[in-house]
């Protein structure tokens, strides 16, 4: 692990203070883009890891984020009934410049702005879930129920 954060873990840690329940963002030196590599990493399920994934509404121009257990597929068909409208996909500029992190290190809090997020409820199957903290590299372990708290996001069935 790094001794330092940097300069996006940080700004995740930083937003997770605000929250007082003492999260603690962790830097590996190797990847954790992926929920494969995260799983490795931390020793943990696959299905344990908490993966943002932003979608774009193209009729408002908007994101959407889904954050999903790791070995899940997001089944688009529940999130357009959910949502009214089927999601886009959103590319790698669009994920930036609206949640100021890269694809793969896309923490679930701490955004440019405020965005719409579903909570896969297959997370509550466990006690402890990981999430991506501002770089491929960096993630923080909290419960499904504070997951919802931070994100203010709605529990709902992705997958």
Not at 91 to 113: K, Q, S
Request: aromatic share 6%; net charge neutral; charged share 25%.
């Amino acid at each position: 692990m790094a001794e330092e954060l940097s300069d996006g873990a940080q700004r995740v840690q930083a937003a997770l203070a605000g929250f007082g329940l003492g999260f603690e963002v962790v830097e590996f030196g190797q990847s954790t883009r992926t929920s494969v590599e995260a799983a490795a990493a931390i020793g943990c399920a696959v299905a344990q890891i908490a993966k943002s994934i932003v979608f774009r509404i193209k009729s408002q121009d908007r994101p959407l984020m889904v954050v999903a257990s790791g070995s899940n597929r997001i089944d688009e068909k529940k999130l357009r009934d959910l949502i009214g409208e089927k999601p886009g996909k959103a590319d790698a500029d669009f994920v930036r410049a609206r949640t100021g992190y890269v694809i793969g290190g896309v923490p679930p809090l701490g955004h440019r702005e405020t965005i719409e997020t579903l909570v896969d409820e297959d997370l509550f199957r466990f006690e402890e879930i990981w999430a991506a903290a501002g770089t491929p590299r960096a993630v923080f372990r909290l419960t499904p129920a504070q997951l919802l708290r931070i994100t203010g996001g709605r529990k709902v069935p992705v997958a």
